[in-house]
């Protein structure tokens, strides 16, 4: 991995994937593993994903969305988000990551970028909120199952009074009804290319 400026965010470096990284080394099943441990998953954290770059543009354009607040950075992966947040003048950061690599990748990417980020690697979507002033879910909508899960938590989070600002290039599981656009930022999404619109947009309850 290579630690390199982020397109659209030179604020911020990554330890970011390349030809000779040998990632595909983390796809195949570890012979040594315990029965019983997860599948391996995909690299997502070794990238940084359309939703996660403009949600983090957007919060260093805009600190005092951040300033001062308890964030919680959920699906953090690279930890592209609660960086920004953490730059960007947070309290304090939470990053949730449910990926063993993703954990320590975005512990490496914290201390690259002199932040303090405090990591929880599990899954948090089915029990309670914790105790923050805001969630940053970038890209949490890649996939119906997954959109299933984060849902309910958001909701929960709204409940409990915890503002949520999603990042988003689009995606098919995008609950479109319950969003407002707040900015739009021509951003790469995964695997590099051209720029292309990414929204941030407010989680709103659900008034059916």
Not at 88 to 117: P, T, W
Request: glycine share 12%.
């Amino acid at each position: 991995m290579r630690l390199l400026p982020v397109p659209s965010l030179p604020e911020i470096r990554l330890y970011t994937a390349h030809p000779g990284s040998g990632l595909r080394r983390l796809l195949e099943p570890d012979d040594e593993a315990d029965e019983g441990t997860a599948e391996p998953q995909p690299p997502f954290w070794a990238y940084a994903w359309a939703g996660g770059a403009v949600l983090a543009r957007y919060i260093l354009d805009r600190s005092s969305t951040v300033a001062g607040r308890r964030v919680l950075d959920l699906g953090a992966g690279s930890g592209l988000v609660g960086i920004a947040a953490a730059l960007a003048g947070a309290s304090e950061v939470i990053a949730a990551e449910i990926d063993r690599n993703g954990v320590v990748a975005l512990g490496l990417n914290a201390a690259a970028n002199g932040v303090a980020v405090t990591i929880i690697g599990e899954d948090i979507t089915a029990g309670p909120p914790p105790a923050v002033d805001l969630v940053l879910a970038g890209d949490v909508f890649y996939g119906q199952a997954v959109a299933r899960r984060v849902i309910p938590f958001l909701d929960r989070c709204l409940a409990a009074g915890i503002e949520v600002l999603v990042g988003d290039p689009g995606r098919a599981w995008l609950p479109g009804p319950r969003l407002r656009l707040l900015g739009e930022y021509q951003v790469p999404d995964v695997g590099g290319g051209a720029p292309k619109p990414s929204g941030v947009f407010a989680f709103v309850p659900n008034n059916r």
